[in-house]
C-alpha cells in the first residue's frame, strides 16, 4: 500500500499551514434525523444481567432470575470518533561486528534524505514500527572498545591471569598449615579468562571491525480521540469504551471536513474541536497521512426491576449487552 499519491512530501514534513480549518462544503456531512432508537428486549435484559452476575463470584444469580421489570428507558448515545493516521522518522547512528558482509557505502551513490527512504507502507489506521538501514550510509572501522585488537584485557584479574586466594588472602598459609585451596601458592587462576589475561571483545565480538551506518525508525501510529455527550449522569462514560456502536456515518479523507448539520450540536463542536486540535498536536511532528471520522450511535438502557419488595435497577450499553450496575439485590456469603 502506498499513500505517496496522497501526499507531496520529500525531504521534510509538510504539514497544513498553521490556520488552516477545513471548512465544510455545500451539501457535505448531510445527515438523515430519523435514526432508529436501539432497545432491548427483557429477555435480553436479563439475559445480559444473568451474564454480568456470572462473572461475580459474590452475586446471586437468584435475583436476576426472578427480577419484575418495572420500566426500560433507552437513551439516544452518540460517539463521535476521530482517527487521524500519523507517520513520523528519525534516524540514529548504529554499528555492529563487520563479519565481511557487503558494505553499502558511499561510493555507491549519496544517502536519501529520511523522508525518501523507500519502505513498505503497512494498512491505514493501524500502529506499526518499521526499522531500516539507510542506504549508502555504511562505513567500516576499527572497533572502538578494543582499538582493533579484537579482545580487551580481563577487568576481573586486571590481565594477570590470576587471581588473590580469597582464603588464605594470598599468604599461601592457614592456621600454620599450606593452604589446600591455592597449594600454597596464594594465587589462583582466573575464572574470568582462564588464566588468557584478556577476552574476546564484545563489541566487535572479535572481528576488530565495526559496520557504522544510520538506522531509520518509522512509526505510523493511529491517534484516536473520542468524544460522547454527558446525557446521562448516572452512567459513568468511561464505561462506554468497553462497549461498541453502530456507525451510521463514516468519513474518510487525507483531511476530513468538521461535521456539519448533525442534529446533536454538541457533536459538530467537538468534531470541529478535535479536528483543529490533531492538525496543530501531529502536523508539527509528523507527518498525516489520512484521516478517518465516524459517529456511532450507542445502545444505552436504564433498567428498573423490583426484587423482593425492593425497587433497583441497572443499565445496559453496547451492542455486546454489557451491564453496569451500582447496587445487586443479595450477595452470596461464606461462612
Known amino acids: 500500500m502506498d499513500y505517496e499519491d496522497d501526499v507531496d512530501c520529500t525531504d521534510q514534513i509538510c504539514p497544513p499551514p498553521p490556520d488552516y480549518v477545513p471548512q465544510p462544503e455545500n451539501e457535505k456531512n448531510a445527515f438523515v434525523s430519523n435514526v432508529m432508537l436501539p432497545t432491548v428486549s427483557e429477555d435480553a435484559a436479563r439475559d445480559a444481567l444473568l451474564q454480568f452476575v456470572g462473572k461475580k463470584w459474590t452475586y446471586s444469580s437468584k435475583p436476576a432470575k426472578n ?6 428507558k433507552p437513551f439516544t448515545v452518540y460517539r463521535y470518533r476521530l482517527e487521524t493516521f500519523t507517520e513520523s ?4 547512528w548504529e554499528s555492529e561486528p563487520h563479519t565481511g558482509q557487503c558494505v553499502d557505502g558511499p561510493e555507491n551513490g549519496a544517502s536519501p534524505p529520511p523522508w525518501q527512504v523507500q519502505v513498505s507502507y503497512p494498512p491505514k489506521f493501524t500502529d506499526v514500527v518499521q526499522k531500516v538501514r539507510v542506504p549508502h550510509s555504511s562505513f567500516i572501522k576499527p572497533c572502538y572498545r578494543c582499538q582493533g585488537n579484537g579482545r580487551v584485557r580481563c577487568t576481573h584479574c586486571r590481565g594477570k591471569g590470576w587471581t588473590r586466594c580469597m582464603f588464605c588472602h594470598g599468604s599461601g598459609h592457614g592456621r600454620h598449615r599450606r593452604c589446600r585451596n591455592c597449594h600454597g601458592r596464594g594465587r589462583r587462576r582466573c575464572v574470568s579468562c582462564h588464566r588468557k ?21 518509522v512509526t505510523w501510529k493511529n491517534q484516536v480521540s473520542e468524544f460522547i455527550p454527558d446525557r446521562v449522569p448516572e452512567f459513568p462514560l ?3 469504551d468497553k462497549g461498541s456502536g453502530e456507525a451510521f456515518f463514516v468519513d474518510e479523507n487525507l483531511l ?4 456539519d448539520g448533525f442534529p ?3 457533536i459538530c463542536e467537538a468534531s470541529k474541536r478535535t479536528i483543529q486540535s490533531h492538525l496543530l498536536k ?3 511532528v509528523s507527518r498525516i497521512l489520512q484521516q478517518r471520522q465516524t459517529i456511532e450511535l450507542v445502545p444505552l438502557t436504564h433498567v428498573f426491576y423490583t426484587y423482593n419488595g425492593k425497587d433497583y435497577d441497572y443499565f445496559v450499553f453496547g451492542r455486546e449487552n454489557k451491564v453496569h450496575t451500582t447496587k445487586y439485590p443479595s450477595s452470596c456469603s461464606i461462612l
Open 67 to 72: 427480577l419484575i421489570f418495572k420500566d426500560m
Open 89 to 92: 522518522r528519525s534516524s540514529v
Open 197 to 217: 589475561g584478556y577476552k574476546i571483545c564484545v563489541t566487535c565480538t572479535g572481528h576488530r571491525n565495526l559496520v557504522h551506518f544510520i538506522r531509520l525508525t
Open 238 to 240: 468511561k464505561k462506554f
Open 256 to 259: 476530513v471536513y468538521p461535521v
Open 264 to 266: 446533536e450540536q454538541d
Open 282 to 284: 501531529y502536523s508539527a
